[in-house]
């Protein structure tokens, strides 16, 4: 290929990707079209045409009409809805005559169902539903299809009027139940896997052996499917979904400034669910508030009059001849939706299309680089902004130079906060006042850490994670309490100066063990120390079916650890809970010995973990328990 040849093919080649990504309107592409008899609604651009039920309130058919394949990608027995798992703050004291109680609601069901937009350019359909006796929350749904894309957007506003029953909500979700088994789609693709991998993964087709835990599952082929293994944190949602048969269906997320918990908030995306002894029914999520790893639930109390918007989604359809190229192409179309985000068509008073920023320089009086730390905007309360969701939540990382910049803000009253740094504390700053179409500088944030004294060593990095230690940034197994037998069958020694955290320290401490029951931290002292030694301890997760976590100093204990149960990490294939604990244990320094020294950490009801592997796998790890290190560091003030 001469060169000339070579620029017209990679001019062709982008022009192909840049008319891809911009979903621009193509030949079958026509105006909005809305039918509506008694009992359904049916829109379609000649792209996808969707069908509402009005009796059901939920969307029971799409229908990819590109290239007029008319093909459905629902199970349209049950479709595309929305849901809630929350209830009454508390129990009302006669319940006589009262409903009965469900842990899920579909409060859409049967009622408010009408188009509220109806033109060439766009309609949209709205679901509403009055508050119910044991959920005081209004709600509407919103789904809007407009000319030229192959997709459409879905939003719900969630109201709480002032006086009524106070309210709680745990998690609210739009479910799509994608057509069943490999009729339509074949693989799914989650942000973090298919961009690590040339394929995506198949959608299993295993005979159930038998169910484990909740949509936890043997397979057959002796695999374990578990919904767990597919969950991302929020600051990774972007686009997943499922592909197969030349056709995509996939969840996009244009903001995520209305999600509970933060960046670090962690939720489902796709699972399976069985249809008799099989797997074969496709979900795709968007848990737009949920509480799976520890978070909160959302509380909402009587006197509050309280409001808030999430959303929109975009649910995208694109066909194409190669698996990956239709999840590139949609990650493509996610990026643009995020860019042009907030959308200037969406009409409502609740989602302002006038937004602000906040920027700032972050200078660590110790010296420390806080490059890489959380720059996070939440709630103004003292609640951790981990813990939280009545509000809005915005975050990005800090640069090198300690400058973070924060956009699309909806005005309002907040609080920053920086965690990272190698801090076991953050920083938090309140009353950050956002006004709309200005940027907000607070000038030099000055950051001074608690002084503890010298540190003398450290493992890990204190940053609410993980991933630096062996298997940390490899957690979505449900075997992870097998795995550490396999991985350390000695158990874990560290030595100071020699090991590193990525392949000497597991990132999980579990409740049973190999040989030995504890793990040993050696470490030399130059010199006899004095003053007030401080072991400080960051936890990520903790779930401690088996005792406290003493901690013993040259062959004596000088603590024992009790940690709150921090969520579901432990059993859900996590590495880490919204949560977070430290712990400080102090002592005098001048029980550190000149030369070796010995830290060992071990569960005090350990027991020795089953020499087979079928007897391990008897076990569930909620009853074995475990800790999830963040960091561990010693220090001494003289």
């Not at 709600?139 to 006086?163: M, N």
């Not at 990095?461 to 979505?476: I, K, Q």
């Not at 409740?511 to 040993?520: A, C, E």
Request: with cysteine; glycine share 10%; proline share 4%.
């Amino acid at each position: 290929m001469n060169r000339f040849a070579a620029v017209c093919w990679f001019l062709m080649l982008g022009m192909a990707v840049l008319s891809a990504a911009n979903n621009t309107v193509c030949a079958q592409s026509t105006g909005v079209s809305v039918q509506e008899n008694k009992t359904a609604i049916i829109l379609n651009n000649g792209l996808i045409k969707l069908t509402f039920s009005k009796p059901y309130a939920r969307i029971t058919s799409i229908i990819d009409e590109m290239g007029s394949r008319h093909l459905e990608l629902l199970n349209t027995s049950i479709g595309m809805y929305f849901d809630a798992n929350g209830g009454r703050l508390h129990k009302p004291r006669h319940l006589a005559g009262a409903p009965r109680r469900r842990s899920y609601f579909v409060p859409l069901r049967g009622r408010g169902c009408r188009v509220i937009r109806d033109g060439d350019q766009s309609a949209e359909v709205i679901f509403k539903a009055a508050p119910s006796f044991w959920f005081p929350f209004a709600i509407q749904a919103h789904f809007e299809l407009r000319r030229g894309q192959s997709g459409f957007y879905a939003w719900v506003i969630y109201h709480h009027q002032a006086g009524t029953p106070g309210g709680s909500i745990a998690q609210t979700r739009f479910v799509i139940k994608a057509a069943d088994g490999h009729s339509v789609f074949t693989h799914w693709a989650v942000d973090k896997y298919a961009v690590q991998s040339p394929l995506m993964g198949v959608l299993p087709e295993q005979r159930i052996v038998k169910k484990i835990q909740d949509v936890t599952y043997l397979l057959s082929n002796h695999q374990i499917w578990c919904k767990y293994d597919y969950c991302l944190f929020n600051y990774q949602f972007l686009c997943y979904g499922m592909a197969g048969h030349n056709t995509g269906l996939w969840m996009t997320w244009p903001s995520t400034g209305f999600c509970n918990g933060g960046p670090l908030r962690q939720e489902l995306t796709v699972h399976q669910q069985h249809v008799g002894d099989r797997l074969a029914k496709n979900n795709i999520l968007a848990m737009i508030d949920g509480a799976h790893f520890g978070e909160v639930s959302l509380r909402v109390p009587r006197a509050d009059n309280w409001t808030k918007f999430f959303g929109p989604m975009f649910i995208y359809v694109n066909n194409g001849p190669s698996l990956m190229g239709l999840y590139r192409q949609a990650r493509a179309v996610a990026r643009r939706q995020r860019a042009q985000a907030p959308f200037h068509w969406l009409h409502s008073a609740d989602y302002p299309l006038a937004r602000g920023g906040v920027e700032g320089d972050v200078h660590m009086t110790n010296g420390h680089n806080p490059a890489g730390a959380w720059a996070i905007i939440s709630g103004n309360g003292n609640a951790d902004w981990a813990l939280q969701g009545k509000s809005y939540n915005y975050w990005t990382r800090v640069k090198p130079g300690g400058r973070f910049t924060i956009g699309k803000i909806r005005p309002g009253v907040y609080k920053l906060s920086i965690c990272g740094g190698n801090q076991f504390q953050d920083y938090v700053q309140h009353n950050i006042h956002i006004a709309a179409d200005r940027m907000t500088n607070l000038g030099i944030i000055h950051w001074t850490p608690a002084n503890r004294g010298k540190t003398l060593w450290e493992i890990g990095v204190a940053n609410r994670s993980a991933r630096e230690f062996f298997d940390g940034n490899n957690v979505r197994h449900y075997r992870n309490f097998v795995r550490y037998l396999k991985n350390f069958p000695d158990d874990v020694t560290y030595t100071i100066g020699r090991s590193t955290p990525a392949r000497d320290w597991n990132f999980a401490q579990w409740g049973w063990y190999s040989k030995k029951p504890y793990w040993t931290i050696k470490f030399n002292m130059p010199k006899q120390q004095h003053g007030q030694a401080t072991l400080t301890f960051g936890f990520c997760a903790a779930l401690m079916s088996r005792g406290g976590l003493a901690v013993t100093l040259n062959g004596k204990r000088i603590a024992v650890l009790h940690l709150t149960r921090s969520g579901a990490a432990v059993y859900r294939s996590g590495g880490q809970d919204s949560k977070y604990q430290v712990r400080y244990v102090k002592f005098n320094a001048n029980r550190l010995q000149a030369g070796l020294n010995r830290i060992t950490l071990g569960f005090t009801r350990a027991f020795k973990a089953p020499a087979t592997y079928a007897q391990q796998m008897r076990y569930h790890p909620t009853p074995i328990g475990a800790v999830i290190y963040d960091a561990i560091r010693l220090q001494v003030q003289h």
